[in-house]
């Protein structure tokens, strides 16, 4: 289960991906992101709680979105629980100019790493691929969020092979309570 939960837990990094992915038609790959990249990018700064569901496990968390030095990247960090195990993330992302697609990679102390790269599709839905190695085993599988309103958006996974079903939905910290135990 623990290799099922990590690759939704560093979905909250692959958010702002997904945020910033798209381009319009006919641009040019540059070496730089859009210029709406930073505006996307920064629906996510802050802190977030997340709740979960990993087949049958309940997930719990908090994390925070930063800006890179220079506003060209995000960093998250997360801290929560897997049942009753203590899981603590890190995930970065940017912009790859050749495809252009946002990338993320996260990692996952007790876990393994990840990768996932995001295209949107239409306003508020963005799907990715993820790939990795967690608990020293391959996994793939396809991830989606779609964005409700500024201050939720759930991300879900799709049942597979080497990933179950999980559902997470992530809420705007915004009350001292829950911020607290926000990761720096």
Request: aromatic content about 12%.
């Amino acid at each position: 289960m623990f290799r099922l939960c990590f690759a939704s837990l560093s979905v909250a990094a692959s958010l702002a991906a997904l945020c910033v992915c798209g381009k319009a038609a006919g641009q040019e790959k540059d070496a730089v992101p859009p210029q709406n990249v930073n505006k996307r990018f920064e629906f996510l700064v802050g802190n977030w709680t997340i709740e979960g569901k990993v087949a049958d496990d309940a997930f719990q968390a908090k994390c925070s979105y930063r800006w890179t030095p220079g506003k060209h990247g995000l960093v998250t960090h997360w801290s929560g629980s897997f049942g009753a195990t203590a899981v603590h993330g890190t995930a970065v992302y940017g912009w790859d100019s050749k495809a252009g697609e946002i990338v993320d990679f996260g990692f996952v102390r007790e876990l393994g790493w990840r990768q996932i790269r995001w295209i949107p599709k239409g306003e508020n839905r963005w799907e990715g691929q993820m790939t990795g190695v967690i608990q020293g085993e391959e996994s793939q599988g396809k991830i989606a969020a779609v964005f409700e309103s500024d201050d939720l958006f759930v991300v879900t996974s799709e049942r597979n092979a080497t990933n179950p079903e999980q559902v997470y939905r992530y809420r705007r910290a915004r009350a001292a309570k829950d911020v607290k135990g926000e990761v720096r």
